[in-house]
């Protein structure tokens, strides 16, 4: 039986008072993973911020990239 087979089982066997906390649990959950990710994103925003690199903003046309890449456009 997979974990989730045996996550919906208990939750199948659990008085329906309790569902409301059990929901609850789940969705700050899934919130934590929305603030990690923001945390994660912020610290790459900052990294490029304050990385030294002069050549930092120079970009490259899509063409250049196939290029360099062995692909052909």
Do not use: V
């Amino acid at each position: 039986m997979s974990e989730r087979e045996q996550a919906k089982q208990i939750i199948d066997q659990l008085p329906e008072y309790k569902i409301g906390n059990l929901l609850l649990f789940l969705k700050g959950m899934q919130f934590d993973d929305d603030i990690e990710d923001d945390l994660y994103c912020q610290k790459l925003y900052e990294d490029y911020l304050n990385d030294p690199d002069p050549e930092k903003d120079e970009g490259i046309t899509l063409e250049e990239l196939a290029a360099r890449e062995g692909i052909e456009l």
